[in-house]
């Protein structure tokens, strides 16, 4: 089943202006990861959170992990036309084993219009 | 040259025949993985394997097979393929302590 839910499912915004991505999990995690997707290509990694961090920054992505409620954000500040993809969460529930195995969200879909 | 190279990327097949979907990486990473993607559904964990000697089921390992012959190289079977099978697979390679995954461009599958 999946861990992740992502939220909204599809998000249509004007560029320059900021796109937020909710993601809600079941269990306790090690990390939580998003992905970028463009249309029918693969996976590329974003940004990595860890259970003990509360927010992190990178470039114009900014992440907020809330253990108390299972839950994380994604914003795209500024967005760009080029932004438009699917954005999806992972979590790697696999605490203090030392592996990782991520499970996926089933992902929103960013729509950045110029 | 792509890091993790999915081989073919495009297959259409019919019911009940076998497939093997192929994957090598460059990247020297002790971790591989194979996700299935369907629309509405996101990626779900078929098989994955954190060394060559070391073969996992994911959540959705039915119908599937994997063999894992070197570091580099980890193929995705299906004996007999079914229409349900229909989707898009993705490799990823991984490296023990950094969390993230690296993907391949996707194996697009359909079963007829």
């Known amino acids: 089943s999946q861990q992740g839910e992502e939220d909204p499912q599809a998000l249509s915004i004007q560029e320059g202006e900021n796109a937020t991505m909710n993601c809600s999990y079941k269990?306790?995690?090690?990390?939580l990861q998003w992905y970028r997707q463009n249309s029918g290509r693969g996976l590329v990694h974003l940004i990595l959170?860890?259970?003990?961090?509360r927010e992190k920054h990178s470039g114009r992505l900014r992440v907020t992990l809330d253990t108390s409620k299972k839950s994380s954000s994604l914003l795209i500040t500024a967005s760009r036309a080029a932004d438009t993809a699917s954005y999806f969460c992972?979590?790697?529930?696999?605490?203090?084993?030392?592996?990782?195995?991520?499970?996926f969200g089933t992902g929103t879909r960013l729509l950045v219009s110029p | 040259d792509a890091d993790v190279t999915q081989t073919p990327r495009n297959r259409i097949t019919k019911t009940g025949k076998r497939i093997m979907l192929e994957c090598s990486q460059t990247?020297?990473?002790?971790?591989m993985y194979w996700y299935r993607q369907d629309p509405g559904l996101g990626l779900r964990l078929i098989y994955y394997?954190?060394?060559?000697?070391?073969?996992n089921k994911g959540e959705i390992s039915d119908g599937y097979s994997v063999s894992r012959q070197a570091q580099a190289k980890f193929s995705l079977s299906l004996e007999s393929a079914i229409p349900n099978q229909t989707a898009l697979y993705f490799c990823?390679?991984?490296?023990?302590?950094?969390?993230?995954?690296?993907f391949g461009e996707g194996s697009r599958l359909t079963v007829l």
């Open positions: 992972a979590t790697d529930a696999s605490l203090n084993t030392g592996f990782q195995k991520l499970v």
């Open positions: 269990t306790s995690i090690n990390n």
């Open positions: 959170i860890r259970s003990n961090e």
């Open positions: 990247k020297g990473h002790d971790r």
């Open positions: 394997s954190f060394d060559v000697k070391d073969i």
């Open positions: 990823a390679t991984g490296r023990q302590g950094t969390g993230e995954l690296f």
